[in-house]
């Protein structure tokens, strides 16, 4: 890692870090208002869900804006955008004006996620790439982890509470002037479409999909699992922290095993992990070691599978191309993130309550069988670090 410019790493870790802070504190701030507001959970549910969707409706236009604005300037732009749609939020109490601001601040984090992710990939040196986007991920599910301990904190506290929020995402703008400029993406080569890079990239997809849809339903689903399989409801409320905790202890460890021995095995068997421990979910509930170490687990290897479909990005794309597959990225989080949690609720509902693990379950094992597609058709890189 000697060969990374950890000046211009470090600017950008904290600028995006500064984004995951004012992601977590919005997504409970928002909710918490509207239940105070008597909102109905559909309502919340609604709100919640356009931020996805603006997070997939800004997809097909990053590369664009890329193109026209520069790296630089589009994740400023959309730093402002998600400043002032949190902001705004001040002012109404309409929930359906709050819904498109939502759409809106989920469009502007596409764009940073985007960007930032095509970045990072592009100052990571070839032989520690694995470790370097996990110090990435890392910090950002930190700060992310942060932004509900804010919000309780200043729960009460602070008469403009959605102002503040929307002040935190300026923050991120100093360290965003830092990043020399002479490092930044090529904006000028010709940006590639999505659909001539989508075939190339099925287990990167499946990877980051499969994830968006664990992370959701873990946050939405797992306490309420949890408190069925007879877990006490102050506990099971826990469980959720603790696969975030996992998630976010564990992905420099395995970003080195990655680096270590190569990242697409370590890929492949972090899918392996995740179907061998989902199924051990009905049992280890009654076993309170045995639960926190699966959850702990759980956490680690679904988190390390989107932290190595980022790493798998950096190896296969440079340039535009690499912007335009962080791109599809995160329009796959948009897509599982957005519906996961719908079908998910109508199974649970008609199927019963194992219906989540067996819903994460499949979603893992598309994410193996595309691994398995793309070594038959040859898409697979022909190297693999180390």
């Known amino acids: 890692m000697k060969h990374l410019p950890w000046r211009d790493f470090f600017a950008l870790i904290l600028s995006i870090g500064v984004v995951g802070l004012g992601l977590g504190a919005t997504i409970p701030l928002a909710a918490l208002t509207l239940d105070q507001r008597g909102a109905g959970a559909h309502l919340i549910g609604l709100v919640t869900a356009a931020s996805a969707l603006g997070i997939l409706g800004s997809a097909p236009f990053v590369t664009g804006w890329v193109a026209r604005f520069g790296p630089r300037g589009t994740m400023i732009g959309a730093v402002w955008a998600a400043a002032l749609s949190t902001a705004l939020m001040q002012i109404t109490d309409n929930v359906w ?3 498109v601001l939502r759409f809106v601040f989920g469009a502007a984090m596409g764009v940073l996620f985007t960007v930032g992710e095509a970045w990072v990939n592009r100052l990571a040196p ?16 930190l700060f992310q982890l942060a932004g509900p301990a804010l919000v309780a904190a200043l729960n009460g506290k602070v008469a403009w509470s959605f102002a503040a929020c929307g002040g935190l995402f300026l923050l991120a703008l100093p360290g965003l002037g830092l990043i020399n400029g002479a490092r930044l993406p090529d904006s000028d080569e010709p940006h590639p479409r999505w659909q001539s890079v989508l075939p190339k990239m099925p287990m990167i997809v499946m990877g980051a999909a499969f994830f968006a849809l664990f992370d959701t339903l873990i946050l939405s689903f797992l306490p309420v699992y949890a408190i069925r399989q007879g877990i006490v409801t102050e506990l099971a409320l826990l469980s959720a922290t603790v696969v975030l905790v996992g998630d976010t202890a564990l992905q420099f460890a395995m970003g080195w095993l990655a680096d270590r021995y190569g990242r697409r095995r370590v890929h492949v068997a972090c899918g392996v992990a995740v179907c061998l421990l989902l199924p051990l979910l009905p049992f280890a509930a009654g076993t309170p070691w045995l639960w926190w170490t699966l959850l702990v687990a759980l956490g680690a290897a679904a988190g390390a599978i989107y932290m190595l479909s980022l790493v798998a990005c950096g190896e296969k794309f440079s340039g535009p191309s690499l912007t335009t597959a962080s791109a599809v990225v995160n329009a796959s989080w948009g897509v599982a993130s957005a519906g996961g949690p719908l079908v998910t609720g109508v199974l649970m509902q008609s199927a019963g309550i194992q219906a989540l693990p067996a819903v994460l379950f499949a979603g893992c094992a598309l994410f193996l069988a595309s691994a398995w597609w793309e070594r038959q058709r040859g898409l697979a890189p022909a190297r693999s670090t180390p």
């Open 97 to 99: 004006l709050w819904g």
């Open 126 to 141: 070839d032989n520690s790439r694995g470790r370097v986007v996990a110090i990435y991920t890392t910090s950002f599910t």
